[in-house]
């Protein structure tokens, strides 16, 4: 099951994106003619200071993304690490950069803390970059683990996919929408078996004010995109749709809906045929495959809701 992933979901490992409003996929050869003439002047609002290098030395990479880098940092006066998401203002080449951005912050100092939330510091801005200092977690991606383990036991896959909704829970109680979970998005705190799960990014998060309110923006990575999202018309329930897709991965090791092209993974999506004839889907319980049918239901309206599916996932784990 190992080269499963490795053919499938790791080829797609494609960073969060922000599709056009005008059309279903981005066109990275055009683009508009402001974007040469846009400079981001201040993005963070009332941020710690201008200069991190005041009270923290970056050290080690640790990873990169398409506005920056992520480094690891020490704080000077007390030695204790942190990791430290640097953002490029070159790269904010829009008002809408700035503004998600923006929102990011917000919603990070905004969500409580929470054992599998990566916890918030603080955020610095000078003339060039943004500094986000936050949790250091040292054990790796879930995607990895997953690459490593092929798949989960169902028992394993069901305790993660729970920590997940825990996240997703708190969110949506604070007026949150993730809008791109996805295995490449949760960290481990370290390398130990059982170490603490945490959500790491929100540059796509975004607020709700009523469990009612729509949203047309498609966003997101496109194998954990929900129905939708792509008809642009979703709310909160797009969540609990992402997280069944993670399931369903943790369970065997490859996405439910899968392409060669982003395209091709938007009509199977649309299309919402689950398979679960092939190994191991016969030695999952009934229950399971009925807990990944329900989180995947093409209905938003009909899909479980979080409490839902917490409560099935009790159920679940009281079998094993």
Same mark, same amino acid.
């Given at each position: 099951?190992?080269?499963?992933i490795s053919s499938a979901a ?26 040469? #003439? ?17 009270? +923290? ?12 880098? #992520? ?22 080449? #829009? ?26 510091? &603080?955020? +610095?801005?000078?003339? *060039? ?5 936050? =949790? ?17 036991? *169902? ?7 729970? #920590?997940?909704? &825990? ?41 709700? &004010? ?17 129905? =939708? ?12 749709w992402s997280s069944g897709v ?12 899968w392409a060669e092209t982003e ?23 009934? &229950? ?12 938003? +309206? ?19």
């Amino acid at each position: 099951m190992g080269g499963c992933i490795s053919s499938a979901a790791k080829a797609g490992r494609v960073l969060s994106s922000r599709f056009s409003s005008r059309r279903p996929y981005p066109d990275y050869n055009k683009a508009p003619r402001k974007l040469a #003439t846009f400079r981001a002047a201040a993005v963070v609002k009332d941020p710690s200071g201008n200069n991190i290098h005041e009270k +923290y030395t970056l050290q080690k990479e640790l990873g990169r993304g398409e506005f920056g880098i #992520t480094y690891e940092c020490v704080e000077k006066e007390t030695g204790e690490k942190f990791a430290c998401k640097t953002i490029s203002k070159a790269k904010l080449r #829009t008002e809408i950069d700035v503004e998600d951005v923006r929102r990011e912050v917000e919603i990070m100092r905004h969500l409580p803390k929470h054992p599998n939330i990566v916890a918030f510091k &603080e955020a +610095y801005e000078d003339k *060039e970059q943004i500094y986000l200092v936050m =949790e250091l977690c040292e054990g790796g991606e879930l995607f990895d683990r997953i690459v490593a383990k092929g798949h989960y036991t *169902e028992r394993a896959a069901v305790m993660v996919t729970k #920590t997940i909704l &825990e996240v997703v829970k708190v969110c949506n109680e604070h007026g949150v929408i993730h809008r791109d979970l996805k295995p490449e998005n949760f960290l481990f705190a370290d390398a130990s078996e059982n170490s603490d799960l945490k959500a790491i990014d929100f540059g796509l998060s975004i607020f709700f &004010e009523r469990v009612d309110e729509r949203f047309n923006e498609i966003v997101g990575s496109p194998y954990y995109m929900a129905p =939708e999202v792509l008809r642009r018309n979703y709310g909160p329930e797009i969540d609990v749709w992402s997280s069944g897709v993670i399931l369903y991965i943790l369970l065997c090791g490859v996405p439910p809906f899968w392409a060669e092209t982003e395209e091709g993974i938007a009509q199977a999506i649309v299309r919402g045929h689950l398979d679960f004839s092939r190994d191991p889907w016969p030695k999952v319980s009934k &229950e399971a495959k009925s807990l990944v049918k329900s989180m995947l239901d093409q209905n938003p +309206y009909s899909r479980l809701t979080i409490q839902e599916v917490l409560g099935n996932i009790i159920e679940l784990i009281l079998l094993y």
